[in-house]
């Protein structure tokens, strides 16, 4: 029988959310009845104030298959109404050539939101099982003449089926995984050169349940994507592959602590001038499944050196997708030799023409005390060393929904793309130490958030 239609596998299936949905890491490569991109642009160069043929463009790729097996968990939460389909919990049967939810031609529908969880766009894939299909973002903005309106605005994407896109239950499941490259733009002209990749950062793709819609504007496990009478802004939370930000006991003053990694904050080394040059940012990126407004403005945060010092700083999180430019404070002790920050790219600076409210937050955050290490080595391992040090910050993010009802109510995905720079050491002759003489800064692989867990604030 198919699951959906089981009683008693649902009842189990809710007692399970309830008891076994305790808080965890982001979790992916999992089928979903519908996928989260949490973050999506395009942008024909990186900085508006210095122009180059240095681009950013999203590809977001989708596989269908033909059958997904009973044991697979989360499918058993993420594609409740379309696996497992050749048998119960109870009762698994054999694996079929075909499952008959996933088999039929079908479409995948793609809907873009702005920050504040505004439809902007959408558009339709047609996939067949066993199938591959991708979406390049860039391309998809410069074919339909989007160029003016889109070019370095940045959203989210909802992927749905064609069943879930009209308010049904989802009528097949799909993987989707993303990127973010950065690189050279083929072709002087934005309009038509597309982005070559040259290096690339990995966007966490949240998969999720798509149950029949019923008047609700409330996702929940069951249903976890909400199309129907939304006028296209669809409401979306990762209930149970992301980071759960309630604890549903209804005492709404719970605090979720997820932890965000750190590019190098601090860099002592060799020649003087060259400290600051070495404190790179850091993109933070937060996805929450709400606009916080001001309960996640102003929001403390602890910043934490590789030797457990700490300062404390504040950040504000207000939107449904937030971007943070985090820069080191270069005015502060040693830091204030010369002051110098790094460019920000023009999806943080640059506002939404639709809501005239800046696209991300460029943010200079303190720098935890250190001590300095002189560098007097001939082989330039502590240099090296040292080079590699980073951090992280410690985000506390309030509940904003928690009604007692003992299941996931709220989740958010958070991830940072700590910058990475090629140097290259050469012997300083006056002194015989190890200097910097040639620094390249180049996006570095994506690090999840650490999610800690749900903490009481009850008396």
Same mark, same amino acid.
């Given at each position: 029988?198919?699951?959906?239609?089981?009683?008693?596998?649902?009842?189990?299936?809710?007692?399970?959310?309830?008891?076994?949905?305790?808080?965890?890491?982001?979790?992916?490569?999992?089928?979903?009845?519908?996928?989260?991109?949490?973050?999506?642009?395009?942008?024909?160069?990186?900085?508006?104030?210095?122009?180059?043929?240095?681009?950013?463009?999203?590809?977001?790729?989708?596989?269908?298959?033909?059958?997904?097996? *009973?044991? =697979?968990?989360?499918? #058993?939460?993420?594609?409740?109404?379309?696996?497992?389909? /050749? !048998? $119960? @919990?109870?009762?698994?049967?054999?694996?079929?050539?075909?499952?008959?939810?996933?088999?039929?031609? *079908?479409? =995948?529908?793609?809907? #873009?939101?702005?920050?504040?969880?505004?439809?902007?766009? /959408? !558009? $339709? @894939?047609?996939?067949?099982?066993?199938?591959?299909?991708?979406?390049?973002?860039?391309?998809?903005?410069?074919?339909?003449?989007?160029?003016?309106?889109?070019?370095?605005?940045?959203?989210?994407?909802?992927?749905?089926?064609?069943?879930?896109?009209?308010?049904?239950?989802?009528?097949?499941?799909?993987?989707?995984?993303?990127?973010?490259?950065?690189?050279?733009?083929?072709?002087?002209?934005?309009?038509?050169?597309?982005?070559?990749?040259?290096?690339?950062?990995?966007?966490?793709?949240?998969?999720?349940?798509?149950?029949?819609?019923?008047?609700?504007?409330?996702?929940?496990?069951?249903?976890?994507?909400?199309?129907?009478?939304?006028?296209?802004?669809?409401?979306?939370?990762?209930?149970?592959?992301?980071?759960?930000?309630?604890?549903?006991?209804?005492?709404?003053?719970?605090?979720?602590?997820?932890?965000?990694?750190?590019?190098?904050?601090?860099?002592?080394?060799?020649?003087?001038?060259?400290?600051?040059?070495?404190?790179?940012?850091?993109?933070?990126?937060?996805?929450?499944?709400?606009?916080?407004?001001?309960?996640?403005?102003?929001?403390?945060?602890?910043?934490?050196?590789?030797?457990?010092?700490?300062?404390?700083?504040?950040?504000?999180?207000?939107?449904?997708?937030?971007?943070?430019?985090?820069?080191?404070?270069?005015?502060?002790?040693?830091?204030?030799?010369?002051?110098?920050?790094?460019?920000?790219?023009?999806?943080?600076?640059?506002?939404?023409?639709?809501?005239?409210?800046?696209?991300?937050?460029?943010?200079?955050?303190?720098?935890?005390?250190?001590?300095?290490?002189?560098?007097?080595?001939?082989?330039?391992?502590?240099?090296?060393?040292?080079?590699?040090?980073?951090?992280?910050?410690?985000?506390?993010?309030?509940?904003?929904?928690?009604?007692?009802?003992?299941?996931?109510?709220?989740?958010?995905?958070?991830?940072?793309?700590?910058?990475?720079?090629?140097?290259?050491?050469?012997?300083?002759?006056?002194?015989?130490?190890?200097?910097?003489?040639?620094?390249?800064?180049?996006?570095?692989?994506?690090?999840?958030?650490?999610?800690?867990?749900?903490?009481?604030?009850?008396?």
């Amino acid at each position: 029988m198919n699951f959906k239609k089981t009683a008693i596998a649902a009842g189990m299936f809710t007692a399970l959310a309830a008891t076994s949905m305790s808080a965890h890491a982001v979790r992916e490569t999992e089928a979903g009845e519908a996928n989260l991109v949490p973050f999506v642009l395009w942008s024909s160069s990186v900085f508006d104030n210095n122009p180059t043929i240095f681009g950013i463009n999203t590809v977001i790729k989708l596989t269908v298959p033909m059958s997904v097996g *009973n044991d =697979v968990i989360p499918n #058993f939460y993420t594609a409740i109404h379309t696996s497992p389909t /050749n !048998g $119960t @919990i109870n009762k698994p049967g054999k694996q079929k050539p075909a499952d008959p939810d996933l088999v039929p031609s *079908n479409t =995948v529908h793609w809907y #873009f939101m702005d920050q504040t969880s505004v439809h902007r766009l /959408n !558009g $339709t @894939i047609d996939v067949t099982p066993e199938d591959v299909a991708v979406l390049d973002w860039g391309a998809f903005v410069r074919k339909n003449g989007k160029q003016g309106e889109f070019d370095g605005f940045p959203g989210y994407m909802v992927l749905v089926t064609e069943a879930g896109a009209g308010g049904d239950d989802a009528d097949f499941s799909f993987f989707a995984e993303a990127w973010m490259f950065a690189g050279v733009r083929a072709g002087a002209n934005p309009d038509t050169g597309g982005v070559i990749g040259i290096v690339d950062a990995k966007i966490p793709v949240m998969p999720m349940s798509d149950g029949a819609d019923n008047g609700s504007k409330k996702p929940t496990v069951e249903n976890s994507v909400i199309e129907a009478g939304v006028n296209q802004s669809v409401i979306a939370s990762p209930l149970v592959a992301g980071i759960r930000t309630n604890w549903s006991d209804g005492n709404g003053s719970d605090v979720t602590v997820v932890d965000l990694t750190l590019g190098n904050r601090n860099v002592p080394i060799g020649n003087a001038n060259l400290i600051n040059a070495l404190q790179v940012p850091t993109l933070l990126v937060v996805w929450n499944d709400r606009n916080a407004g001001g309960k996640w403005s102003g929001l403390g945060v602890d910043i934490y050196n590789d030797k457990e010092e700490k300062c404390s700083d504040s950040i504000d999180l207000p939107y449904q997708l937030n971007l943070v430019w985090a820069q080191t404070d270069v005015t502060a002790g040693k830091n204030a030799q010369i002051p110098f920050a790094w460019p920000v790219p023009k999806f943080i600076y640059g506002k939404n023409p639709y809501t005239g409210k800046p696209f991300g937050l460029d943010k200079i955050f303190c720098v935890p005390p250190y001590q300095a290490t002189p560098v007097t080595d001939p082989d330039g391992a502590i240099a090296l060393e040292q080079l590699l040090q980073g951090g992280f910050m410690k985000l506390y993010l309030p509940e904003l929904i928690d009604t007692g009802i003992g299941a996931p109510e709220s989740a958010a995905v958070a991830w940072s793309v700590p910058l990475q720079y090629f140097v290259t050491l050469e012997t300083d002759p006056a002194t015989g130490d190890w200097v910097p003489t040639d620094i390249s800064l180049i996006p570095f692989e994506t690090a999840l958030g650490h999610d800690r867990g749900l903490f009481s604030q009850a008396p």
